[in-house]
């Protein structure tokens, strides 16, 4: 069985700086102003960014006064590398299938 890998994720996650706020994520929970000053991005700019991570269920917010925090939603990420590594898997048990040329 074939597994196929997430590409709207991927493609969420190709973004440079939003794959920069991904691994930040990973270490701790940020605000947005944490995150300004980890990458250098404008806040217009992070708060776009932080809004596709929303919407693809990558990120969850928790507010704190008049702070919105990140968090990283490991799930997703696990789920990403599961089918990562049922691919890798499925080349392994493959590796010797060759179809015939015409």
């Known amino acids: 069985m074939m597994t196929s890998v997430d ?3 991927m493609r969420v996650l190709a973004d440079p700086l939003r794959l920069q706020i991904v691994t930040l ?3 701790e929970t940020l605000c947005s102003t944490h995150l300004i000053e980890e990458t250098g ?3 217009t700019n992070l ?3 932080l809004r596709v991570l929303r ?3 990558v990120v969850e917010t928790e507010p704190c006064g008049r702070y919105m925090y990140y968090k990283l939603r490991p ?3 696990a789920q990403l590398a599961g089918q990562f590594a049922d691919l890798a898997e499925s080349a392994r048990t493959a590796a ?3 179809r015939a040329c015409p």
Request: glycine content about 4%.
């Open 7 to 9: 590409t709207d994720l």
């Open 25 to 27: 994520l990973a270490r």
């Open 41 to 43: 991005a404008k806040q």
């Open 47 to 49: 708060s776009n960014h």
């Open 55 to 57: 919407e693809a269920g």
């Open 75 to 77: 799930d997703v990420i």
């Open 96 to 98: 010797d299938n060759k």
